[in-house]
């Protein structure tokens, strides 16, 4: 008598798993609108006040000094607060990039805006993070950079990197836009390159919106920024050599934060502590459950380490196949999905370097593709990791007994993944997805099930 839905071809009941974009029940809304908040969009829109910098203002101020950081500077998007720490820290045309390739685009293709390249490192198989043994390969001598990205909320190994980037005389920008609040060995992400850029969208974990916020310790990259793309703060430009070059946004963009989005973040910003406390006692609660279990890993930096996960941006774990006899990682969501744990799906985005754009498309119009030095991108962990991570739920409030249902149906496949070993000729045919989504749906395909 087989134990698993799938193996009956059946299929129970779905138990809540939420999604990204503020739906589901408590356990996985997000983000956690207060009154507050509603009243003070609500002044702003009274007051018409959406388009000014009084309140932009003292969002930076709070969220510099919660990072412990000396200048923010609010952005329309994450995106655009990433562009302007590439400028401010000096990219420029001929210039490359290194940067990890399962990221979101936007760590890195605002590079061709600039003039500049990107070169392609690995990533580390447990964190997922740039894997600092594989950044000096990437090195050339038209590295200006090393891009940072703290992937779901993991912090990179900044001990590592932050002498390589010494040695050689490169910059670091971090990409926080996965881990805000996240520590590393009991320090702020986002506090140990040159500049970090931060997307405060509202599927982030610090959700305000479309919005971003670059935060540096550097004066002349803030002010360079501001020289790029922030037309109205062009008077806070001090630097004497940037000064004369002042008035106009040189870069031709304008990237002011809505105030609308600043407005919710000076609330969040009160909240975001507590709730980044209570979704990481919850999360920590579920694989603390699992710790032991064979086949399952949790993708989080070491107990006593100082290091945490924030409020553990879309979480995924790992599958080990080889601990349940060589299980098909798509099998095994498949009969989590059948028990009723409709999330669970296999892999992350697609690697950057697979898009034509990094490989073949000729952005400059200069006769060859646009990764100038011709770095290899051969990733082998990258590439391997659509095989080794799925997607799990994302638990926003510490309710261990509503926990353990979900935990429970793990232990249940895992248990009896016997009867799944045949793997069922299924195929996994996995489809270019350039951005994170929990579950397959119409926008964003994830991966097809080929029977
Ligand atoms: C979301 C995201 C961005 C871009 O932020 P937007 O606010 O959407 O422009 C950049 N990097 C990473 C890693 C992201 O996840």
Same mark, same amino acid.
């Given at each position: 008598m087989s134990k698993l839905a799938l193996s009956r071809n059946g299929k129970k009941a779905p138990l809540d798993c939420g999604n990204m974009f503020a739906t589901g029940s408590k356990m996985f809304k @997000? *983000?956690?609108?207060s009154q507050a908040m509603r009243d003070g969009v609500i002044k702003v829109l009274d007051e018409g006040t959406m388009s000014g910098t009084a309140i932009t203002n003292k969002f930076e101020r709070a969220f510099a000094d919660w990072n412990g950081v000396k200048y923010a500077l609010g952005h329309n998007t994450g995106t655009a607060s990433l562009q302007c720490a590439m400028y401010g820290i000096g990219l420029g045309a001929g210039d490359e990039l290194i940067c990890p390739s399962i990221t979101y685009w936007a760590s890195c293709l605002q590079v061709f805006s600039l003039g500049a390249g990107v070169v392609f490192a690995d990533v580390d *198989? @447990? #964190?997922?993070?740039?894997d600092p043994d594989d950044i000096e390969r990437c090195i050339t001598p038209r590295t200006k950079a090393i891009m940072v990205v703290h992937y779901l909320g993991h912090p990179a190994d900044m001990d590592r990197i932050v002498p390589i980037a010494k040695k050689h005389n490169l910059k670091i920008i971090e990409d926080v836009s996965h881990a805000h609040g996240s520590l590393y060995k009991g320090r702020m992400t986002g506090?140990? =390159?040159d500049a970090a850029g931060y997307s405060l969208m509202s599927a982030k974990t610090f959700a305000i919106g479309e919005a971003g916020i670059l935060l540096t310790n550097e004066r002349e990259v803030y002010e360079r920024a501001i020289l790029f793309a922030h037309h109205s703060r062009q008077s806070e430009i001090s630097i004497p050599e940037l000064k004369s070059e002042a008035g106009l946004p040189i870069g031709g963009y304008k990237y002011r934060m809505h105030q609308m989005s600043s407005v919710v973040g000076l609330e969040m910003i009160k909240d975001f502590p507590g709730q980044m406390a209570e979704v990481d006692a919850a999360m920590n609660y579920f694989w603390d459950q699992l710790e032991g279990t064979p086949g399952v890993r949790a993708h989080r930096p070491p +107990?006593? %380490?100082? %290091?945490t996960m924030g409020a553990w941006y879309c979480p995924h774990g790992f599958f080990v196949s080889e601990e349940l006899n060589g299980l098909s990682i798509t099998r095994f969501c498949e009969a989590l999905q059948a028990e =009723?744990? %409709?999330?669970? #799906? !296999?892999?992350? #985005? #697609? !690697?950057? $370097? $697979? $898009?034509r754009v990094f490989s073949k498309i000729d952005v400059y119009g200069s006769g060859h593709p646009s990764n100038f030095s011709g770095v290899s991108s051969d990733l082998p962990v990258t590439d391997g990791v659509q095989e080794r991570i799925f997607y799990i739920p994302w638990f926003k409030k510490f309710i261990p007994s509503e926990i353990d249902r979900y935990v429970d149906v793990f232990k249940l496949v895992i248990e009896n993944h016997r009867e799944l070993?045949?793997? +069922?000729a299924i195929q996994q045919k996995v489809l270019d997805r350039w951005a994170l989504s929990p579950k397959k749906d119409k926008h964003s395909k994830k991966m097809e099930l080929v029977k």
């Open positions: @997000w *983000p956690i609108v *198989p @447990w #964190t997922l993070c740039i506090t140990f =390159g +107990k006593g %380490s100082g %290091s =009723g744990i %409709s999330i669970a #799906t !296999p892999g992350c #985005t #697609t !690697p950057l $370097h $697979h $898009h070993l045949d793997n +069922k």
